[in-house]
């Protein structure tokens, strides 16, 4: 390793921060060296904050009806392949009667855009999940809705927001989605959760076409600017009924080189080991947790919709993938070093900032 990644690794450590030539420079000279210093200072940063803890998270994939069209994803609405389901609210309470048993203490519910699921429905499911489950966290997935919608599933207590910036750049986005999608419409989007008061997560897809090391470079520069509370970031995988089906796959060694560069950059974030991680490679959450993640997502839909909610071919949900199967996923983690928590897993903010957890009235 040359001088200068040495002494760029060494300062994004250190200040958090490095300019966007030197995030681009970190990724053109990719090497195992640097892969190996980035994940040692990663991993001891997560240490420092969450010990040896990894949170998990109950995912409950409530419809694959979409509105959007993006050309990556395999729930697009063009698919006419997808077999299209939904789940009802009792559905949706009973997986979380299953996830609390299992010891799950966050619900993540994640869905298409699905213009059946209204706030008044989502708001009364909310109620009822936060009534029953007073010490658990909601987390929602459910994309781009307007600032009103958003205002009212945080008051009827959702408490965290997942919503992926995909790329970064607007011209890479451009090329990922239709052109009644918009780019800044998402940035707004997560300004707005944020500002509402949520816990809020972006996150990208790495190596999706067209993705350059520069498109990955401002992906970071917005993420040490954001400080997003989580980050779900995962390899590119190939849908067979997309117009994406022949494209490469993304690979585990540069996913794991930025799980341990977002580390550093903001050291408290939630970070999870993806599913599509666990999908390209046997051992890919394990190497995921070492590279500095340190939230694991099992999948807690009913069995009967499981093989449905499919981004990509072959995503998993069975194994340790699979919520029912949480010792299996326990014993994994046990074997490389870390623990799974019984636990919300809230975000640990440093010294002086805690009590930024506190919900705000709105
Ligand atoms: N490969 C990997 N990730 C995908 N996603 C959608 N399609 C794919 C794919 N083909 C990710 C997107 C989206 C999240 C729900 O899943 O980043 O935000």
């Given at each position: 390793m040359n001088e200068r990644l040495y002494t760029l690794i060494r300062t994004l450590a250190e200040k958090h921060s490095i300019s966007i030539d030197d995030y681009r420079y970190i990724l053109d000279n990719y090497c195992i060296e640097a892969a190996d210093l980035l994940r040692e200072l990663a991993v001891k940063a997560r240490k420092k904050i969450y010990d040896n803890s990894v949170f998990v998270r109950g995912l409950i994939e409530i419809s694959n009806f979409c509105k959007n069209d993006c050309?990556?994803?395999?729930?697009?609405?063009?698919?006419?392949n997808c077999s299209r389901y939904r789940l009802s609210s009792d559905q949706i309470i009973e997986c979380a009667e299953d996830g609390y048993k299992l010891g799950f203490r966050t619900f993540v519910l994640q869905g298409g855009e699905d213009a059946y699921f209204t706030d008044e429905i989502l708001c009364d499911l909310i109620t009822k999940l936060k009534e029953k489950y007073s010490d658990c966290a909601v987390t929602l997935s459910l994309g781009e809705r307007g600032r009103e919608s958003y205002l009212r599933l945080y008051n009827a207590g959702a408490d965290r927001y997942l919503l992926r910036h995909e790329t970064a750049m607007k011209n890479h986005y451009e090329k990922l989605h239709p052109?009644?999608?918009?780019f800044q419409n998402r940035m707004n989007c997560l300004y707005t959760l944020r500002d509402i008061g949520y816990q809020t997560g972006c996150g990208f897809m790495v190596g999706s076409p067209f993705q350059t090391n520069e498109a990955l470079a401002q992906d970071l520069k917005f993420i040490e600017t954001f400080k997003p509370d989580m980050c779900g970031i995962g390899p590119f995988i190939p849908h067979n009924s997309t117009p994406f089906a022949a494209e490469k796959v993304g690979s585990l060694e540069t996913t794991c080189y930025l799980l341990s560069i977002i580390r550093l950059i903001y050291p408290s974030v939630l970070l999870p080991s993806t599913t599509a991680l666990g999908t390209i490679h046997q051992r890919g959450r394990e190497e995921g947790i070492l590279a500095g993640a340190n939230v694991v997502m099992p999948n807690l839909s009913p069995f009967s919709v499981r093989g449905k909610y499919e981004l990509y071919d072959n995503k998993l949900c069975t194994g340790e993938e699979s919520a029912q199967c949480l010792n299996e996923l326990c014993d994994r983690m046990r074997a490389i070093g870390y623990k799974v928590v019984i636990d919300r897993g809230d975000i640990k903010k440093s010294e002086g900032k805690r009590n930024l957890l506190q919900r705000k009235e709105k």
């Amino acid at each position: 390793m040359n001088e200068r990644l040495y002494t760029l690794i060494r300062t994004l450590a250190e200040k958090h921060s490095i300019s966007i030539d030197d995030y681009r420079y970190i990724l053109d000279n990719y090497c195992i060296e640097a892969a190996d210093l980035l994940r040692e200072l990663a991993v001891k940063a997560r240490k420092k904050i969450y010990d040896n803890s990894v949170f998990v998270r109950g995912l409950i994939e409530i419809s694959n009806f979409c509105k959007n069209d993006c050309f990556y994803c395999g729930i697009r609405r063009s698919n006419k392949n997808c077999s299209r389901y939904r789940l009802s609210s009792d559905q949706i309470i009973e997986c979380a009667e299953d996830g609390y048993k299992l010891g799950f203490r966050t619900f993540v519910l994640q869905g298409g855009e699905d213009a059946y699921f209204t706030d008044e429905i989502l708001c009364d499911l909310i109620t009822k999940l936060k009534e029953k489950y007073s010490d658990c966290a909601v987390t929602l997935s459910l994309g781009e809705r307007g600032r009103e919608s958003y205002l009212r599933l945080y008051n009827a207590g959702a408490d965290r927001y997942l919503l992926r910036h995909e790329t970064a750049m607007k011209n890479h986005y451009e090329k990922l989605h239709p052109s009644e999608m918009s780019f800044q419409n998402r940035m707004n989007c997560l300004y707005t959760l944020r500002d509402i008061g949520y816990q809020t997560g972006c996150g990208f897809m790495v190596g999706s076409p067209f993705q350059t090391n520069e498109a990955l470079a401002q992906d970071l520069k917005f993420i040490e600017t954001f400080k997003p509370d989580m980050c779900g970031i995962g390899p590119f995988i190939p849908h067979n009924s997309t117009p994406f089906a022949a494209e490469k796959v993304g690979s585990l060694e540069t996913t794991c080189y930025l799980l341990s560069i977002i580390r550093l950059i903001y050291p408290s974030v939630l970070l999870p080991s993806t599913t599509a991680l666990g999908t390209i490679h046997q051992r890919g959450r394990e190497e995921g947790i070492l590279a500095g993640a340190n939230v694991v997502m099992p999948n807690l839909s009913p069995f009967s919709v499981r093989g449905k909610y499919e981004l990509y071919d072959n995503k998993l949900c069975t194994g340790e993938e699979s919520a029912q199967c949480l010792n299996e996923l326990c014993d994994r983690m046990r074997a490389i070093g870390y623990k799974v928590v019984i636990d919300r897993g809230d975000i640990k903010k440093s010294e002086g900032k805690r009590n930024l957890l506190q919900r705000k009235e709105k």
